[in-house]
Nanobody, 122 residues
């Protein structure tokens, strides 16, 4: 099993920045994919960014140019640098871990973090 520990959420004004971190612990093999998803009140969870252990990354159109996902494979940790935050970015952000296949499909993920709240005020 894998456990994920997230940190870095908070409250900022529009245009501000935050950096989220997610560390994975447990049975971690040489290749895996980790990603960030978010869920706003009353909405479904949506994908934000994914990255695998060789550094292949992708992000949702809504955050391209503003959010950057990165990883430190030695620490089994992924980061999400969020710049130029907008009120519509307000959501609970979740880190996900999947052993096989980097995918946006929620049911493919083997583990989820507890979530960290990001609030952006206008």
């Amino acid at each position: 099993q894998v456990q994920l520990v997230e940190s870095g959420g908070g409250s900022v004004q529009a245009g501000g920045s935050l950096r989220l971190s997610c560390a994975a612990y447990g049975y971690i093999y040489s290749w895996y994919c980790m990603g960030w998803f978010r869920q706003a009140p009353g909405k479904e969870r949506e994908g934000v960014a994914l990255i695998d252990t060789v550094g292949s990354a992708t992000s949702a159109d809504s955050v391209k140019g503003r959010f950057t996902i990165s990883q430190d494979s030695a620490k089994s940790t992924v980061y999400l640098q969020m710049n130029n935050l907008k009120p519509e970015d307000t959501a609970m952000y979740y880190c996900g871990f999947v052993y096989r296949g980097c995918t946006w499909a929620l049911n493919a993920f083997n583990a989820w973090g507890q979530g960290t709240l990001v609030t952006v005020s206008a």
